[in-house]
């Protein structure tokens, strides 16, 4: 009888101007990448909503990535710094709600960082498989 | 520090009537008859258990609510007419309410005059005639009064004074609310007035008055032009009874802080949250009584996904919402129908926040940490 | 900014809160004055402006806009003219206790036998020394004092959160809480515990026998309902047969209904030779009246409602009017002051008290 071995769920959220170009330059280039991870592209890392990393975590994510442009360099004036900031209030927040806050990261890849990019998604799959399953996805 | 005075109604019949000689009951007279504002909102007191908002305009309904109600744990910021200059009497989570819904454009505070009342702390109702049938077996029906002095809980009945210390009170489970235990803002420094009995020299019956914005001094010059007040110089020494005072009272709420808050650094933290929000049932109390929260009627966090989830949307949102706003004032846990200790909940979150980022809600008028970008796009 | 005290008309829990009014608009605020409920609510409570904002009828007589006094006139007329064996009066509990006394006189002058709060069918077929058992129940204080408590048949984080509140603070200071479905267990062991079910037309009468038998040696037994007033109603003795039943017959031909609330009887309705309602709010049901008298809405009545834990609570309004044309129906013999003393004489209290749990089980 085979036992289903837990993989690590990511979800990753990547700015359509920079890393989601980036990750498609990881595939391209036949990056090894572990399939742990699936992609919402979003017009800015600033749009994406504290509440849906939130219910990521909520809907079974084991890690949440937000991936946008190097700071100087956002496609929106400075939307980047806003994403830094709620990343930074974000991880305080998961800390005490009793998540580990390794499971959420914020990493800036440019559209041409694909080496970066698959790097990334190797380290932090690793790291969600030394933490395990987040406790705060629904009952399995 | 501002300026400090001690100051009384030149009324005697206010003087004697209001607490601690009338001040604040002389100051919004005052202000009213000076035309600095149109109305007032205070506290009506119905009896010594209930008190409601009053907004008015009226010298006599004026007079009539003078002294502070304890066990009245209003948040008065919520009943601030829109488009119209107020003066309200506030206690430091009013203050911080009124400046908080300010920043969201809830409330104009140029419209406002915050007289200050400084704050030990409120009691629910209910528990507090409890209290009184319970440890001094009285009808809660016979109580003329009650009042909190020089870490005393005094009960003023028909049949007599009764006493006892607040901390034994408070060990068998009376006493003031959870949040204002922990509350460690005691003088509303954020306010246009502060007034209290700390540094009062004893048998003067007299307030302490702290003068903290331009607005202030506008008040306490309404007093003096209409001949309401009368007042002296608070000495080094007075001034220095009340820091003392309020200094022993933070360490106080220190204390029960640790205290409280130790129970969630006790068990698993996610567990707690998952136990705690897990009774929520979203009748949405905490969201409508919540002075910092903008959207009210409405708000979509309600109706945010909840099935299966471990915690509801709802309650994750609010967390992360409030996280740089919450002021602590203990609205949510005291309408919580089931029973959810809210404030502690979301005041474990802020204060994180406020250590993180050395910035407190309702303070001044700069923006929330989460309107603003952070500098250098650090991470 | 008017504050009003008043109760909240959702279940029989009857929670303490405010009505603001500022002119025409109507807000709910928390009281937390309130021993019921320490100013919390549930959802009903907290939508509650939303509920009294529903449309009001207008007086009419068969479909017609009439005066007030014409719709009372006419309904006196036709209650005389109807087979007093054929007319039913049914107060489905959403009335003070003053308008549901009225409401008995006014069946009693007209020789009407047929009463029913909803509940009647129970009632009559439960031995008289356990009926007071099935009105009031017991004090929150006492719920959360239990040792153990037997929650039967009924999801009070659905129904009533202010009651789970009590049991969840019992729980906390070691109390044994079960939910019992007696359809799944053989017998019920209640002894010394503290027993929770719901009473509402629904209930199977077996359920209800099986409690109270088993139940003797229960600490106490709490039957909520779901109308604000069904306790007081039941204790005004407002109930005699079971009206429901007796129009599927077609038993019943004439019906007098106060403060209905839509339900399964409503397709019935319209085969009946005479319907009267008396209401505070438009529903269906005032919508197919052959006459409607409307009162005011729930919060603006003077009078009084008994709540589960046996409190008498003030509703918080001062309009009479209501409990004025029932008694004007009769032949205006009686006056409100009348009726009032009437409900505290038969409830036995000297007046409205919060703070009194004023009517117990008078067991154990």
New interface residues.
Partial sequence: MAIERWEPKILAFCCNWCSYAGADVAGVERRQMPPSFRIIRVMCSGSVDPCWVLEAFLEGADGVLITGCHPGECHYLNTNYHTARRYRLLRIFIEELGLEPDRLRLEWISATEGIKFAEVIRDMTEKIRALGPSRLGPER | MGKCYLAWAKDPEIRQKGGSGGFVTATLLAALKEGLVERVLIVRRIDEFEGVPLLTDDPEEVKSCSSAHLAAPLNLSSYIPPGERVAVTVKPCDARAIIERSKRRQIDLEDIYMVGLNCGGTFMPVRTMEAVSDLFGLDPGDVLGFEVSKGKFLVEARSGTYTLPMVELERMGYGRRDPCRYCNINIPVMADLACGDAGVPPGMRATFVEILTDKGDELFEAGIKTSMIEFEEAGEEEIETRVRTDRRMSEDADMWWDELSSMIDEVDHLSYYINELGRCIHCGSCKIVCPVCACKDDAKCLDMGREGYRISLYNLIRLFHLMDSCIGCGQCEDVCPADIPLTMIHQRFERRMEKELGYRPGFEMSKPPLQEPEPGGKV | ?E?IQSVCPGCCINCGL?IVRSGEEIKVD??????V???????F??DLSRYYAKERPEPTVDGKEVDLETAIGEAAERLKMASSAETGFLCMGNSTNEEILAFKRLAESFGIENIDCTLSKHIISTPEDLKPTLSVGVPFKSIEEADRIILISINP?LQY??L??RV??AEKKGAEVVMLNPAESESLELEGAVVISEITQKTDPMLIKMILEAGKDARSICFMKPHANLTGAMLLGFYGVDISEKVKLGEIRSLFLLDPVPGDMDDLLSDLDLLIVQAGMKTRVSEVADITIPSPRFFEREGTVVNIEGRVLPVGGTSRAGVESLLKIMGGEMDFEDVRRGVWEVLGVDGANE?LIAITQGRR
């Fill in positions: 900014m504050f405010y928390y009281r937390k004055r309130s021993p409920n320490e100013g919390k609510l549930c959802k409570g907290v984080s959160p202010l789970l509140r969840i603070r703070d």
